[in-house]
Every structure is written in C-alpha cells, then in structure tokens.
C-alpha cells in the first residue's frame, strides 16, 4: 500500500476496531486497552502510515517565533533573514508564524540597547522561541547573556545562528564550523606564504565565532608553518577596520599574507588596495557583492564561504522542531566551502542552490 494513502480507516479495517479507536491510540489522547493501542502502533508501522503534520499544526494552538538580527555587514545579515523568511514560510502551514526583526547597524552599544528592547517585547507578549544573531562584541555579551538566560528560566526557547553566545541557557545553535574554516585558511596561506609573516584580521576575540576562527587557523599552522602570526581586531567597525589595517601594514613591513575571518572583507581589502600592497596573498571570508571582482583582480585569492542563507533555513527549522519535540542536535555546524575565481561566478548566480 503506498504511504501516501494510508488513513486511520485503512488501520482501522485492518485491526477490526473503530476510526476513532485508531485515532485515540495514534494521538496517545483518551482511553484505550494497552493491547489495543499496541496493536494499532504495530499495524500502522506494518503499513507505513505518517501522520499529516500540517493537518497536526493547525489543531495545535499556533506557534509564534521571534528572530532578532544584527550585523553591521548588512549583505551577509540579509542572507541569514532570507534562509530564516523561506524556512518561515515552510512553516506556515504548520501553524507557525515567524517575525524577523534587522536592527540597523550603528555602533555596537546602540545594536544592542536595540536588541535587548526587543528581545524585552517578544518575551512578553508570549512568543514561544526567539532565534537571535548578533555579530560582535566589546563588552556588551554579558548583558545579552543575562538577557538570553532571563527568557530561558521564563520558559522561552532561545536559539542562536552564525555565531553562538557562550554560558547561556540557549536551547540550540547553527552556525559555520569556524574552527575548520581557519585551518583551511591556513592550509591555503601555507602554499602561497609557507614561512613568512601573516597576520589575521578578526572582528572580537570575546566572540566565539571568531575564536573558532584563529583556534582553528593556529591549530593547523603551529609554531612551524609561517615566521610570525599577529591578530588584530576591528569589531567590524568601517572606521577602525580602516585604522586596523594601516597598523597592520605599518607594524609588519615583511607581511605576506591575510586572513580576514568575517564577512567585512570587502572593506579591509580596499584599503590594502589603497596602500597598493597587490603582492600579499589574501583568504577573505564569505561573499558579497565585491567578492568577485576581488578575486578576478587578484586583490583576494580565496574567500571561505559561510552559506549564511543555509544557516538561517536550517535554523528556524531546528527552533520549530524544538518546540514540538521533535529531536534534533543542540549544535549544528556548516561545514564551509572554498570559493576562487574560478568558480565564484556559480556561488554568487545561486548561493540558494549552491548550499
């Protein structure tokens, strides 16, 4: 019998019992011998039936999910709020109503004092999850922090995407396996650069994300690969990546290469451009709309891509699944994929397919 067509009359005729027998022992709802029930389980297994979780969703009460973002890339962050907007609207016909809030990007205390007014809201006006993304930090997590473990303890499911925000009480996180994407960086400094000096430019070290980042790119470089490795951090801030790099290439006069762990790439090359430093070798991360022609001008020779749009899909979905109890991991990471000249024109065409 085709799964498709399998119904509660179906097991019904097969077991002798009524539909509303079938019924009660499939939903785990009213009376029913454990014999029965046992029976029903068995013969619905034995006949591939599936329940219609649309047709569950919309007797179910409806589910509210808030999403919070902020980012001062807006590209990269518009990516995540398109994979969360299509995952939403999966969802819809399972009763479930997704509301995406992008707080503009203007410093990060201002970012924050905006998100946690709106975390604030949606705690109060009784959503069942909340998906949150910030970007970076100075000293502003452990006021996101209280904020996150205050709606957990109120019974709020808090997820986190693109970069996780430790000692929370968050109830899953999907992101980009930063610590793999900086060796892979690594790996490709190593064939152009192998023992010279390079430096990484990071957005905050108090970020998790971007601690994978260097972890990651020291873990497989050691003490061996290059003569020296200096980190430097801009919190992705226009003005001080600007300042940042100036320092950068002032301090290191020898520098061979480049490692710009997020998303604000673009920016920092320009200004390696300005400085007309074309003989460093660069690994940028992630794709905007500059990227390809970076890397056609061979003012970057690879970029790492976090598939930001995947990571808001796959988010939302592991939030709704949490919250009708459905299993799924707690952590989920994106393995990262390398992008070159040769094939950034097919990433950047379709990043939805390409994920």
Do not use: W
Not at 47 to 59: D, K, S, V
């Amino acid at each position: 019998m085709n799964n498709k067509h399998v119904t509660i009359y179906d097991i019904a005729e097969k077991t002798g019992v009524s539909a509303v027998t079938v019924h009660r022992a499939l939903s785990n709802k009213g009376r029913i011998s454990e014999k029965t029930k046992t029976l029903i389980l068995e013969t619905a297994q034995a006949m591939g039936y599936q329940a219609n979780p649309a047709a569950q969703g919309l007797r179910r009460a409806p589910i509210k999910i808030g999403a919070v973002l902020s980012c001062p890339v807006d590209e990269y962050v518009n990516d995540i709020i398109q994979g969360i907007a299509d995952g939403a609207a999966d969802l819809a016909k399972y009763n479930v109503s997704v509301d995406i809030i992008k707080i503009d990007h203007t410093n990060n205390r201002e970012a924050l004092e905006k998100m946690l007014h709106h975390l604030q809201r949606l705690s109060e006006e009784d959503y069942n999850g909340i998906l949150v993304f910030s970007s970076s930090y100075l000293d502003e997590i452990e006021e996101l922090t209280a904020m996150i473990n205050e709606m957990s303890q109120n019974g709020i499911a808090v997820a986190t995407v693109a970069n996780e925000i430790p000692h929370t009480s968050r109830v899953l996180h999907v992101g980009v396996d930063a610590f793999t994407a900086g060796r892979m960086a690594a790996q490709m400094l190593e064939i152009a650069c192998a023992q010279k000096e390079i430096a990484i430019l990071t957005a905050s070290q108090a970020s998790a994300v971007n601690q994978n980042y260097t972890h990651g790119f020291m873990d497989y470089a050691g003490n061996t690969t290059f003569s020296n490795i200096r980190t430097y951090e801009h919190f992705d801030d226009p003005k001080r990546i600007q300042s940042v790099v100036t320092q950068m290439l002032e301090e290191n006069p020898n520098l061979a290469g480049v490692y710009m762990s997020t998303a604000s790439s673009a920016l920092a090359c320009h200004y390696i451009r300005q400085a007309k430093r074309d003989d460093l070798f660069i690994v940028t991360t992630d794709i905007v709309s500059e990227t390809p022609l970076l890397l056609k001008n061979k003012t970057a020779n690879a970029t790492i891509y976090q598939m930001p749009y995947r990571q808001g899909k796959v988010a939302i979905r592991n939030l709704y699944n949490h919250l009708v109890n459905v299993p799924c991991n707690s952590i989920q990471l994106l393995l990262p994929q390398i992008v070159l000249e040769s094939n950034v024109d097919f990433v950047t065409k379709d990043k939805i397919s390409y994920t």
